[in-house]
């Protein structure tokens, strides 16, 4: 994407995959741009000169807000020449800013990296890969008062600001209930989680299957099994006999 004088609102976007022969892998600022970028994941973009992820150039003058730039090449993922005025916060960005205020720089855990559209091959669904994982250190350390007051949904359409702050990234992790009953591996996960479930036999008894809520069970008829977390609360029970 390139900006060259305008002055146009970025938000709940995502940039992947993306190649410049020139500058800046996602997005390029020139001649006086003053783009708003807030929450916005830039992962896997390559540029042959400056700005793995964004390039400033030329009297660019943007805002970078609440955004996620990892695994993009060149490894400096803001590149700034002609010294523009960048104003970068509350972003985690691989390998660091200078001059940013509230950077964090661990890696995101996406819940797949590898494949950022997710199963269905659509983006903007519950399955994007680009989704943070459980932990993930851009969870709730955004800043709420750059979010406008119209963005009331991520990019997959789910509530923007979860746990009262929002996160980093165009994505807002969400995490769903596990129950297991009469076993082990019940909690809170992000959906697409691998979850290990395991039965406790009473004495005397033996497994016999999982029932409820198995579809995303890999084997109903062994113990311990796993799952994959869907975006719902959901019960499994082992029965025994």
């Known amino acids: 994407m390139i900006n060259s004088g305008s002055a146009p609102s970025i938000i709940n976007c995502v940039f992947v995959g993306n190649t410049s022969t ?6 390029y600022n020139r001649n006086g741009a ?16 400056g700005g793995g992820a ?4 030329s009297d660019s003058t943007p805002k970078i807000h609440n955004c996620i730039l990892w695994d993009n090449s060149p490894a400096t993922q803001i590149n700034v020449n002609n010294h523009p005025e960048t104003v970068v916060s509350h972003c985690l960005i691989q390998n660091g800013y200078a001059g940013g205020t509230s950077i964090v720089t661990d890696d995101p855990l996406f819940v797949d990296l590898a494949n950022p559209v997710g199963a269905d091959g659509v983006f903007g669904t519950a399955d994007d890969g680009l989704r943070l994982g459980l932990g993930s ?28 702050v929002v996160d980093m990234g165009a994505y807002e992790a969400t995490a769903y209930r596990l129950n297991v009953v009469n076993g082990s591996g019940d909690g809170n996960y992000v959906t ?5 479930i395991t039965a ?12 409820g809520d198995v579809a995303t069970v890999a084997d109903v008829g062994i113990s311990p099994t796993t799952l994959t977390m869907p975006a719902q609360d959901i019960t499994i029970t082992a029965t025994y006999y």
Do not use: K
Not at 34 to 49: H, Q
């Open 200 to 211: 406790e036999s009473p004495t005397g008894m033996a497994f016999s299957q999982w029932t």
């Open 137 to 164: 250190p851009a969870i709730n350390v955004g800043d709420n008062a750059v979010v406008p007051a119209e963005t009331s949904t991520d990019l997959s359409g789910a509530q923007r600001i979860q746990g009262g």
């Open 54 to 57: 964004i390039e400033n150039t």
């Open 192 to 196: 697409g989680a691998t979850v290990t």
């Open 34 to 49: 003053s783009p708003t970028i807030v929450n916005c994941t830039f992962a896997g973009n390559s540029a042959n000169a």
């Open 22 to 27: 020139e500058n800046g892998g996602g997005i």
